[in-house]
């Protein structure tokens, strides 16, 4: 004995075309939460001693172009003094006018960062945008637990 409870007719038994996207609605609300909590979190700022280099050396070229911040926040051009206001032309007279040479930076350990990146900016604003920083070579290479003395061991 067979009993149709719908009334009669095919209608509700069609198949349903439209999709349900609460699920998938859902899924990314959390997903959102998680990234919102967590992102925050993948930034870290903290005080930090940074190590000597223990990268090889690259050759030098001929005539390198130094830029030296000594002690007294005064700058050197190679051997000679110069001005911060002379800066421009100083380096275009000892690149000969090329903006892509190289310009080693080297600094007294004193000297504030602040004081590197003012040089650094008023370098980019001369136009040489290629700038090393030179330091001294890690003779500790055998041993990469050392790492950088601290304030009392300079």
């Not at 939460?33 to 992102?39: D, G, L, R, Y």
């Amino acid at each position: 004995m067979a009993v149709k409870l719908d009334g009669g007719g095919d209608e509700g038994l069609g198949e349903v075309s439209e999709i349900n996207v609460t699920p998938f609605i859902d899924v990314m609300l959390v997903l959102l939460i998680i990234f919102m909590v967590a992102a925050p979190l993948s930034t870290v700022d903290v005080p930090v001693d940074l190590p000597m280099s223990n990268a090889e050396p690259q050759e030098r070229p001929d005539e390198p172009v130094y830029l030296t911040i000594q002690e007294d926040l005064s700058l050197s051009l190679g051997e000679r003094p110069v001005a911060r206001d002379a800066l421009a032309a100083g380096l275009d007279a000892a690149t000969k006018g090329n903006r892509d040479e190289r310009i080693f930076l080297r600094a007294d350990g004193s000297v504030p960062y602040s004081d590197i990146m003012d040089v650094m900016n008023a370098l980019r604003n001369a136009g040489y945008l290629k700038i090393g920083l030179v330091g001294l070579e890690d003779l500790g290479k055998s041993d990469p637990e050392a790492g950088c003395p601290d304030e009392a061991g300079r």
